[in-house]
């Protein structure tokens, strides 16, 4: 199975994020910035990128935008944590590559169920 | 796939809890006017982590109020809104309130429901009253329409790939929604010539039927919006079936291939592999954990008996003789590696309850902000020496202490604005907390740079009180020291702010209490300094070994002023029994620890002995003993719990060679020469002065 990378500065999210993941049988690694996430995307092969929005150091419309212009994350889907549902957010997301996101607050079936939309 | 989402709140609360500090003192940056624009995009963000984690974590009303806030914040941050002081005072209410509702929430304690309520309008007004309600109404929409299925047409554009969205996997989805039928298009797949792999060529139609809302499947769609042409449209219950089979008839061959892909496998292998997964559960990395202090307590105990065999090991193998060499040269390496690693278990197992005083500073930043505008004084709060760490129940201790002594500070210490300006210093007034190792104490000083300590008046209150007779004269250090004496205060007036009730001689004892010590220095219109001493820790003792008679002493080493040979000359005997020494130009009572505690000493000759000057109180007394051994750190064994309380003696001891050792204490020997006429009177050391 898809090894995910979860990117949140916030470590409580991280670890469900993360969790639910693994739960499911998926491999998981984990970022708290976008820097952070960067350095592993370029070690380590993902099938999906989970990124926070909100973040110090780099955030997550940066990570994307970096990632997305990286040949082996041509297609991968790369998926965004917002709390913000509003459009200009997503805009600006899908803008810079984002595949999809997923609006906070979810539980983690809500995770589960949306990052199969993307990931096989 | 029930996961349990409680077992997640603990951590959340944690960073919750680091989150508001950061806030607040973020915030208490900014009201101090440092323009950095990092601050305000730093409070946004933890705002935003606990808005989005108390959402996620079920706490909805933490999450509607902190949405309040971050809307406010997001202004501030988007330079739409001015940060001025109001904005801030109310921001710093709210951060207590967030703090109010997260412990509510944690300990099931009662939240004050007023007070949020109210908060949150006050920041709802301060937005305008512009109702941020951007909340729901659009579940409203397609709920109602329910048919009997959908035809969808999907059109991707050619980089939907490079979204990273699959058609394949929405499929997918859809299929498990209802019965899906899937019909490819494949006639926009241009020749090889101009073919580019990464391009995406085909199109669908799709008939999904079920219980199905628009909404679902829009759902599904939602974030290749704006990359593909797709419509949906309702299939009427009579007509699905034909046009359902219609299509799949007129559908080319490659439709199945792609498209019914069925989705069985799929979750299967899912479950398959999750399933062994569930062992994991409880690894899933925590950076940090809680345990019971009485644990890490027991824990302390056996490494402190284990350092006891230890050394006592130690010590039968240094006597060893007659045995094989080589096997001796063995077993003593090994006692050595042992006693290393003895040490280090200890010192690690100690440290588990060693903790950053920043604990303990961290709360200073807003008292001294909020005590600043209600005394109407201009102070900045310096701290350093944050890292500096000692003993938990230590800190705890401490921390009213230091809040009484900040509180002094502000009150007492620093003048008005006017004031200070008029004797020609800054009108900001500065209170500094540091915190540093000496030895095996943690030094903490609060210092200020306001007015001093008014040595005239605390004397003339002093002889008002009858605390010291009228034509006494006194040293300044030994003025100062008045105000630890209960009953005391300068202050003109009762403020609010301090002359609670609680004085200096409570912080004095509270700090005595730890094994410590605290000591003023002032000088007029230039500030106060007050330095506390503390032990490291209270399970463990930096103590001199003395013995009487046959049986080995511990004096706690911070007590000890000096020890020093008997002259016979130097030795006088009041009223018939009590006997003095007279040390420079100081008498001390003398005190025969073989007499107090009935042991047969080696020689009664004075000169034989030893005299050991301890001090407690400004009291000192000398102990007389045969012989001063060795210095070393004892674990302290309470003597309540193992035996009962004996005056005198604070506790006990193991030594190395497995025999227990009293620890005295020396407040309980002054009081009891004191009493006992035989050992002489306790003695003020300054009367002789």
């Not at chain 1, 997305?68 to 965004?80: D, G, H, N, Q, V």
């Not at chain 2, 797949?189 to 999904?208: G, N, Q």
């Not at chain 2, 230039?526 to 002493?553: H, M, N, Y």
């Amino acid at each position: 199975m898809a090894t995910i990378l979860a990117v949140d500065d916030s470590n409580s999210m991280r670890q469900m994020v993360s969790f639910t993941l693994k739960q499911a049988g998926y491999e998981v690694m984990e970022a708290a910035d976008g820097v952070e996430a960067l350095e592993l995307a370029k070690n380590n092969v993902f099938g999906l990128v989970i990124s926070d929005v909100n973040m110090p150091r780099m955030d997550g419309i940066t990570l994307i935008k970096q990632l997305r212009s990286m040949a082996s994350y041509k297609f991968t889907p790369l998926l965004m944590l917002t709390t913000e549902a509003g459009p200009e957010k997503k805009r600006e997301g899908k803008e810079a590559g984002a595949t999809g996101w997923i609006v906070k607050p979810f539980n983690p079936d809500q995770l589960l169920a949306t990052i199969k939309r993307v990931l096989a | 796939m029930g996961i349990d989402i409680t077992q997640f709140h603990q951590i959340f609360f944690e960073e919750s809890f680091e989150g508001l500090e950061a806030m607040e003192s973020a915030l208490l940056d900014l009201s101090r006017g440092s323009g950095n624009s990092e601050l305000i995009h730093e409070i946004f963000r933890a705002a935003h982590s606990i808005k989005g984690g108390s959402g996620t974590f079920g706490f909805s009303a933490v999450s509607e109020f902190t949405h309040v806030m971050e809307t406010l914040l997001d202004e501030m941050r988007e330079g739409q809104r001015e940060i001025n002081e109001s904005a801030l005072n109310l921001l710093l209410e709210s951060v207590d309130v967030v703090r109010g509702m997260l412990e509510a929430a944690r300990d099931g304690g009662v939240l004050e429901a007023d007070r949020v309520a109210a908060t949150q309008s006050r920041l709802e007004a301060m937005l305008n009253g512009d109702d941020i309600v951007v909340q729901a109404s659009s579940s409203m929409a397609g709920q109602q329409d329910i048919h009997k299925g959908w035809q969808i047409d999907f059109k991707p554009y050619p980089e939907l790939m490079k979204t990273g969205n699959d058609p394949v996997l929405m499929f997918h989805e859809l299929a498990e929604m209802g019965e899906l039928k899937v019909v490819v298009d494949t006639s926009g797949i241009p020749s090889a010539a101009h073919f580019d792999p990464e391009e995406c060529y085909l199109s669908w139609k799709l008939s999904l039927m079920g219980d199905v809302t628009e909404e679902q499947i829009n759902e599904i769609f939602e974030w290749v919006d704006g990359d593909c042409d797709l419509t949906i449209n309702p299939i009427a219950v009579e007509d699905s079936d034909q046009i359902a089979a219609a299509q799949v008839e007129t559908g080319s061959h490659e439709s199945c291939a792609v498209a019914q892909a069925e989705r069985q496998p799929a979750t299967d292998r899912q479950a398959d592999e999750a399933a062994p997964n569930q062992g994991e559960r409880r690894a899933v990395a925590e950076s940090s954990i809680r345990v019971n202090i009485t644990k890490i307590d027991e824990l302390i105990n056996m490494v402190g008996e284990l350092v006891i065999t230890q050394s006592m090991l130690g010590q039968v193998g240094s006597e060893l003789e007659n045995v094989d060499s080589s096997k001796l040269e063995k077993l003593r390496n090994g006692l050595v590696q042992l006693e290393r690693n003895t040490r280090e278990l200890q010192e690690s197992v100690m440290r588990i309850r060693m903790f950053p005083i920043s604990y303990s500073f961290n709360r200073f930043p807003r008292m001294v902000h909020d005590l600043s505008s209600q005394l109407g004084k201009k102070v900045e709060l310096k701290i350093s020496g944050e890292a500096t760490e000692l003993d938990k129940t230590v800190m705890e201790k401490i921390s009213d202490p230091l809040v009484h002594l900040v509180r002094n500070a502000l009150d007492h210490g620093i003048e008005t604005p006017d004031a200070r300006v008029a004797k020609g210093k800054p009108e900001t007034g500065v209170v500094h907390l540091n915190a540093y190792h000496k030895g095996g104490n943690i030094i903490i000083e609060v210092s200020d740079d306001g007015g001093g300590l008014p040595a005239d008046r605390i004397l003339a209150k002093a002889r008002q009180r009858a605390l010291i007779a009228d034509d006494e004269p006194l040293t300044r250090e030994k003025t100062l020291d008045l105000i630890f004496e209960p009953g005391f205060t300068t202050a003109e007036e009762l403020s609010d702010v301090s002359g609670r009730g609680v004085g200096m001689d409570v912080v004095r004892r509270n700090i005595r209490d730890l094994g410590g010590s605290i000591e003023v220095t002032s000088e007029q219109d230039k500030g106060s300094k007050f330095t506390v001493r503390l032990p490291l820790t209270l399970a463990i003792l930096d103590g001199q070994l003395l013995s009487v008679g046959s049986e080995t002493f511990i004096m706690p080493l911070i007590s000890i002023v000096e020890s020093l040979q008997l002259d016979c000359d130097l030795i006088n005997t009041v009223a018939g029994q009590a006997e003095m020494y007279r040390l420079r130009d100081d008498y001390v009572p003398v005190v025969r620890l073989c007499k107090l505690f009935g042991i047969k000493p080696k020689s009664m000759s004075l000169q034989d002995g030893l005299l050991v000057v301890v001090e407690q109180d400004g009291m000192r007394i000398g102990l007389l003993v045969d012989e001063l051994l060795g210095q070393q750190q004892v674990v302290i064994k309470s003597l309540e719990t193992n035996f009962r309380r004996v005056e005198g003696l604070s506790g006990a001891t193991i030594l190395g060679d497995g025999t227990v050792a009293l620890i005295l204490d020396v407040g309980g020997l002054i009081a009891m020469s004191g009493r006992d006429p035989a050992s002489g009177p306790p003695h003020k050391k300054e009367q002789a002065a």
